[in-house]
């Protein structure tokens, strides 16, 4: 049976190489379509999404294909001939390198590998989106340009990020890149917004906490969770994202995402 997604796909061919084929995707739509999709970022291949991406593809985000496209496909691409000359074990990291050395050369920019600068250049911050209210101090939610995060900081980093797992990200700030599409800015504030404060206030590795934000985040796309928290509609928008910060939404992540023996869904 064909999966639907909501939104349309989008998928159209963007190349070939020898048996494989690259297709750019609405990426939007790939998150929406199922809880492990929802961590589909830039680019994925067969082996990361076998239930929606085909043997041989590669699907790259269509709001990044024109500017990042070309380092995409040839991670993809070494990592896919890696696997098939069975070195798995090594195929990420023989993407990454590749990757990262084209970004080097074509965009001029010399990779960090995560050192902070002393100060973010200007040119990574595209404005303001909004301000939360956190009760340890205001947060300020960014938009940046994605492609110099990459290039500076960290190659496979991917829409969203705070200072409490990037060095490089102030710690009062929150970046969400402008490769995401903004109909699903909300939900990726919300899940960078409740991850920070799990690592922060509860203490949690970042691993626990981004699979709980995860979960939120999925939920919250499909309009159940915390979305009767933040909106009287089906779906939050930017206007509900400072009822983040109330007492009463960090209390219910905690019973309901992060202490249920099992995870509750709420209508």
Not at 45 to 57: K, L, Q, V, W
Not at 120 to 135: M, N, Q, S
Not at 177 to 182: I, K, L, R, T
Request: glycine share 8%.
């Amino acid at each position: 049976m064909e999966r639907r997604y909501d939104p349309k796909l989008n998928k159209r061919q963007y190349l070939t190489h020898a048996d494989c084929t690259v297709y750019t995707v609405n990426g939007l739509a790939v998150r929406n379509a199922s809880e492990p999709d929802e961590e589909f970022g830039n680019f994925a291949t067969h082996d990361e999404f076998p239930d929606c991406i085909g043997n041989r593809e590669v699907w790259i985000s269509e709001k990044l294909a024109s500017k990042e496209g070309v380092f995409f496909v040839a991670n993809a691409l070494t990592y896919l001939s890696r696997v098939a000359a069975g070195a798995t074990d090594r195929a990420y990291d023989a993407g990454i390198e590749i990757e990262r050395s084209l970004r080097e050369s074509i965009n001029g920019i010399e990779f960090r590998d995560g050192r902070p600068h002393k100060r973010v250049p200007e040119a990574i911050y595209l404005g303001e989106y909004l301000t939360l209210p956190d009760p340890k101090g205001d947060v300020t939610v960014y938009l940046i340009d994605g492609n110099m995060a990459r290039s500076y900081y960290k190659t496979d980093y991917t829409q969203g990020g705070h200072g409490y797992v990037y060095p490089w990200v102030p710690k009062q700030q929150i970046w969400i890149e402008d490769g995401s599409d903004h109909r699903e800015l909300p939900f990726i504030v919300c899940h960078e917004y409740l991850e920070r404060r799990l690592m922060r206030d509860a203490r949690l590795g970042y691993d626990r906490a981004h699979e709980i934000a995860s979960a939120l985040e999925f939920d919250l796309r499909k309009g159940t969770g915390l979305t009767k928290l933040l909106t009287a509609g089906r779906k939050i928008g930017k206007a509900d994202l400072p009822g983040l910060t109330d007492e009463a939404v960090y209390e219910f992540v905690n019973a309901h995402y992060r202490h249920a023996s099992g995870r509750k869904r709420e209508p």
